[in-house]
């Protein structure tokens, strides 16, 4: 089946506008995650949802991120007035709960 | 937090050769996974690894969850082995992974 698909592949925000990215995770899955990879680095953990559910947000690194999955599927991640240090890549990643987790392609975020 | 270190940062080898990369982790863990990181930035999936060892082809893994460290295994190495292999790991009580800096692998034709 489909794997975990993200859109846009690419996103290049001028200082100062929000920005909305999108996770399609695999079909059944329970959990969605969202990570954030600053070049040279690994993934750092953003927030968690279980279906609707956001169970954790310890990872969001100020108030102008936020996630939501308002039906249990689809996520996004909204950065507000974004900023040149929120310029990295995106991941999300789904997984049955308490399993393997399974990564999308990622969106890389440049801000001017 | 769980500390994860990997070992070597980089790694220089001549096509055929063989590797073992290592991730020590500081706490006990629930899951562990292993990923390579291709040039293009897709994370793909090569070992769900909390304890014992697996293969699959040229790749192997051991987890040794009691010393707290796990190992993977590349054997007859290709240039399509090249790109960043990262260990990640789950504590108990929540479902995030925590991974680990990469180990940069060149595989030289």
């Known amino acids: 089946g489909a794997g975990v698909s993200q859109s846009p592949r690419y996103k290049v925000a001028k200082r100062g506008q929000d920005v909305a990215l999108r996770c399609d995770p695999i079909?059944?899955?329970?959990?969605l995650f969202w990570y954030q990879q600053a070049l040279g680095q690994g993934p750092e953990f953003l927030t968690y949802?279980?279906?609707?559910?956001?169970?954790?947000k310890s990872g969001l690194p100020s108030d102008r991120f936020f996630a939501e999955r308002p039906e249990g599927s689809v996520s996004t991640l909204k950065i507000q007035r974004t900023q040149q240090e929120d310029s990295a890549v995106y991941l999300c990643?789904?997984?049955?709960?308490?399993?393997?987790?399974?990564f999308g392609p990622g969106t890389r975020l440049t801000v001017l | 937090g769980i500390q994860v270190e990997q070992s070597p940062p980089d790694l220089i080898l001549q096509e055929g050769a063989n590797s073992t990369l290592r991730c020590n982790f500081s706490?006990?863990?629930?899951?562990l996974q292993w990923f390579h990181q291709n040039p293009w930035g897709q994370l793909i999936n090569l070992f769900y690894?909390?304890?014992g060892t697996k293969q699959n082809g040229r790749l192997s893994a051991t987890t040794v969850a009691t010393e707290r460290y796990s190992l993977l295994y590349i054997s007859s190495s290709q240039t399509t082995d090249s790109g960043v292999y990262f260990c990640?790991?789950?504590?108990?009580?929540?479902?995030?992974?925590?991974f680990g800096t990469g180990t940069r692998l060149t595989i030289i034709p």
């Open positions: 990643a789904s997984s049955l709960s308490r399993s393997e987790q399974f």
């Open positions: 079909s059944g899955h329970v959990s």
């Open positions: 949802f279980q279906n609707e559910a956001q169970l954790d």
């Open positions: 706490d006990s863990v629930n899951n």
């Open positions: 690894i909390p304890s």
């Open positions: 990640a790991v789950e504590g108990f009580g929540n479902e995030k992974l925590t």
